[in-house]
DNA sequence: AATCAGTCCAACCGCTCATCC
DNA sequence: TGGATGAGCGGTTGGACTGAT
């Protein structure tokens, strides 16, 4: 079963990584992309094998990484998904800004998992751990969490769909990229990584814009399965018209960003630390797509429970201030708890009465 | 100051999936 | 069609760091 490790090769060096090995790294992708990883090592003048190459790159190297602490928004938004997706860590790191895979999986098992535990949440199933969900104990919260269940696979596919999508786009992309030693390493992830964090979103309310039967649109199910279509809501995700143009405003600006790619990988190149470096220059403290956490907020609700749907707009109002305003949100009027507002609830109270130390 | 336990996270390992021939 | 290969993903490990005793 499976192949033996790469790395066995005798000569190749295992462990941490030199700043001389990331410079070498670094400088090759810059001029030549990263191609096969396997044939970089000895392109590059490096004694690693290709696989570890790759995870320096993608983990840690890769200049659009956002490091340092994890916003609440991103707490939450990575509480939310795992509760959809499992420990399907890419996927999720597709809807966090910057977050790689193996960041958000660390801080999911050293920070998240343990916090949900203490709070009486198993952090598998998102419920109780007395097997009772979150404030209620009667049967429409049962009907709810079948619901849940129900509706998170279909959000799963959704995403699968998603993904698809952004590798059939990226693969287009590196094509249509021109090879200069000055472009953006073909083949790379930044291409989605950038943008990811909203396009898949946007994608599903572009999608459900320009076809209303599409697949992969959230619209789709919320509208052919429930017919819980709310009225006052003008695109799949409650999006008024005002707001569409701020998502076309900021998909573009995220467009932009590509564009910093060579600024800051000359500026590692320059000695500086990477840490510091990118946290100066990419660190915007401000989430990447701050209505993303509203919205999921909102969806979530809306799979929770049908009949609760409501004005969503609201939250695409409130959403564009970029704060941390879900609790609230999600909160419902009191009788209609849902899972999301106990979890979200408990998750910011734990956070204010132990001063998180992201407040 | 020394020791220990707990935390954090970069890196590795093994597996699966996709692609090519 | 099936094997070989490359790439990606999720689980796990090990060492550095930190705070408590």
């Given at each position: 079963m499976g192949r033996s490790p790469c790395c066995d090769k005798i000569g190749l060096k295992k462990g941490p990584w030199t700043p001389e090995e990331d410079e070498k790294l670094l400088a090759h992708i810059e001029e030549h992309g990263h191609g096969s990883w396997r044939a970089l090592p000895s392109k590059a003048g490096l004694q690693r094998c290709g696989k570890s190459c790759r995870l320096r790159w993608t983990n840690y190297l890769r200049p659009d990484i956002k490091r340092g602490k994890f916003s609440l928004q991103e707490e939450q938004t990575i509480i939310q998904l795992h509760a959809l997706l499992g420990n399907r860590w890419s996927a999720i790191a597709t809807h966090l800004s910057r977050r790689t895979d193996n960041e958000i999986k660390n801080y999911w098992n050293t920070h998240l998992k343990k916090r949900l535990a203490k709070m009486?949440?198993?952090?598998?199933?998102?419920?109780?751990t007395n097997g009772a969900l979150i404030g209620t104990e009667d049967v429409k919260s049962a009907k709810a969490a079948a619901s849940l269940s129900h509706m998170a696979q279909w959000e799963s596919a959704r995403l699968e769909a998603e993904g698809r999508l952004a590798r059939e786009s990226k693969m287009r992309t590196a094509v249509s990229i021109p090879t200069s030693s000055?472009?953006?390493?073909?083949?790379?992830?930044n291409s989605t990584s950038i943008a990811s964090p909203c396009l898949g979103m946007l994608h599903a309310w572009q999608g459900a814009k320009l076809d209303?039967?599409?697949?992969?649109s959230t619209l789709m199910f919320i509208g052919s399965n429930s017919g819980m279509l709310p009225t006052k809501v003008t695109t799949s995700l409650g999006m008024s018209e005002s707001n569409s143009a701020m998502w076309k405003q900021r998909s573009d600006e995220l467009e932009g960003k590509e564009n910093e790619w060579k600024f800051i990988s000359k500026q590692k190149m320059q000695g500086l630390e990477g840490k510091e470096r990118g946290e100066e220059i990419i660190?915007?403290?401000?989430?990447?797509?701050?209505g993303m956490v509203s919205v999921a907020a909102c969806f979530t609700d809306m799979l929770l429970d049908g009949s609760s749907v409501h004005d969503t707009s609201e939250c695409w109002g409130e959403s564009s201030n970029g704060q941390a305003e879900n609790s609230s949100q999600v909160s419902?009027?009191?009788?209609?708890?849902?899972y999301w507002s106990g979890i979200l609830g408990m998750v910011n109270s734990e956070l204010s009465s132990h001063s998180s130390p992201l407040l």
């Open positions: 009486g949440i198993d952090p598998v199933t998102h419920k109780a000055h472009a953006q390493p073909t083949n790379t992830p209303l039967e599409s697949p992969t660190g915007c403290e401000e989430p990447w797509f701050p419902g009027d009191g009788e209609s708890n849902n």
